[in-house]
């Protein structure tokens, strides 16, 4: 395989340090390959998925490669794409996130066969001296330079300016990368567009200590329609986690991107063929709701699992039909194992013991708890707004209590707008 082109071609590469000599890297070497995540939250989002996916094309064919959690630069805070800085995390949240995101990224990487490592970088960072690190790579760092980095130069067009914590965020991803030179033999860091400054000062360190050549290369940042940048303070943020965002939601998402997004979103989220995806999307050969299907049930699969995949596809099918029912399309998708017939609504089950002890349960707090809405200030607004649905009803009443014998025996199913709804349930726990 031309894996370099697979990659360009699909919109997995924006720049590159040295793009010959990358070709020849990617296309007739087996290397080891990095990319950095900072745990700003509990769960990565859909604006890391582009560099997970690119992680699992380099693991699919034959490479080693390394995540980098960053319990160390988490703790200050990347300024590359911000206009202000970022809140500071306590050291116990960010820990609990890189373990939390770790488990992500392990779960993901795990969909394919080959070597990778999952690693912190506070564990090579947490004994080192403060002045020992600045004698040892400070005169190595021109801050005239650092000044031109795109990340650093807007930041000081801005109101706010950049701080000196965030200014030597650079100087630790740097490090990171002669480490993971120096002990994992790791030759091309890859990144975010925005992360390119970054990237080419880590290369240029390992030549001053080590001189030795390393390379690196970035990835177009993900934009949704109206050309905004995706991550988890975009409103409508899509989480990576099944805890903040079920597979059906998740589903559902890639199900209802705008066509505009389809092909590319294919050649990114999926594994099919190019020529299938050029298939696809030509309107004469697939119906665009077909195609949509496919790319949710690939992307959920590449996630959370084939099965996971399936349950939330019959489930969309049972609630709003299917555009292919006797699958007439021509696709290598593993959708044309799943029996339609199956369709189910995901369930939430609810504890018998919350009637008995309280009677019932009001619908914002039944909205969270289901993972319908993310928040209370959510739910209540998708009430005020009469998106609620319950049993067929609109709920228009913040306190609106939801009984036992409103559920019992019934086919209960909760909406919020058009697309997302739980079948509610009784468990006897």
């Not at 992680?55 to 911000?82: F, H, M, Q, R, Y």
């Not at 990171?176 to 002990?183: G, P, S």
């Not at 609810?350 to 969270?368: M, P, Q, Y």
Request: charged share 25%; proline share 2%.
């Amino acid at each position: 395989m031309d894996l370099f082109k697979e990659l360009k071609d699909r919109g997995f590469i924006y720049q590159a340090t040295d793009e010959e000599k990358l070709k020849k890297i990617l296309n007739n070497d087996k290397s080891v390959y990095y990319c950095g995540f900072d745990p700003t939250a509990e769960s990565l989002h859909i604006g890391n998925l582009l560099p997970l996916m690119a992680l699992l094309w380099l693991k699919k064919n034959g490479n080693e490669v390394i995540a980098v959690v960053g319990g160390a630069t988490g703790s200050v805070g990347d300024p590359s794409g911000k206009t202000e800085t970022r809140n500071l995390l306590e050291m116990e949240s960010i820990q609990n996130n890189c373990t939390r995101i770790s488990e992500q990224i392990e779960n993901f990487l795990s969909r394919e066969k080959g070597s990778h490592r999952i690693l912190n970088n506070y564990d090579w960072f947490k004994e080192r001296k403060f002045l020992d690190f600045l004698r040892e790579i400070g005169p190595l760092f021109s801050v005239n330079k650092m000044l031109t980095s795109d990340s650093v130069r807007l930041r000081l067009q801005s109101n706010t300016g950049i701080t000196f914590l965030e200014f030597s965020y650079m100087l630790l991803q740097s490090f990171d990368f002669l480490y993971l030179r120096e002990k994992h033999n790791c030759l091309v860091q890859i990144g975010g567009q925005d992360q390119w400054g970054n990237i080419v000062m880590g290369i240029d360190l390992i030549r001053r200590i080590r001189s030795e050549q390393t390379y690196g290369f970035t990835i177009p940042l993900l934009l949704n329609e109206v050309g905004e940048k995706f991550g988890k303070t975009v409103k409508g943020s899509v989480w990576l986690s099944a805890e903040k965002l079920s597979p059906y939601e998740y589903y559902q998402y890639w199900r209802n991107i705008p066509d505009s997004m389809l092909d590319s979103a294919l050649k990114r989220f999926t594994f099919l063929p190019l020529e299938e995806i050029k298939f696809l999307v030509n309107e004469k050969n697939c119906k665009v709701n077909r195609a949509k299907e496919i790319l949710g049930f690939e992307a959920t699969s590449i996630l959370h699992g084939f099965e996971e995949a399936s349950i939330a596809f019959t489930s969309s099918v049972k609630e709003f039909g299917s555009a292919d029912e006797n699958n007439l399309v021509r696709t290598s998708s593993k959708i044309i194992a799943v029996r339609q017939s199956d369709a189910e609504i995901p369930a939430f089950f609810l504890s018998r013991k919350t009637f008995s002890e309280k009677g019932g349960i009001d619908i914002v707090t039944l909205l969270v708890s289901s993972s319908l809405s993310q928040t209370r200030s959510e739910a209540k607004r998708s009430v005020s707004q009469g998106g609620v649905h319950f049993l067929g009803e609109k709920i228009d009443k913040f306190d609106h209590i939801i009984t036992l014998e409103d559920i019992e025996g019934k086919d209960a199913v909760l909406r919020v707008g058009k697309k997302k709804r739980k079948k509610i349930k009784i468990s006897e726990n």
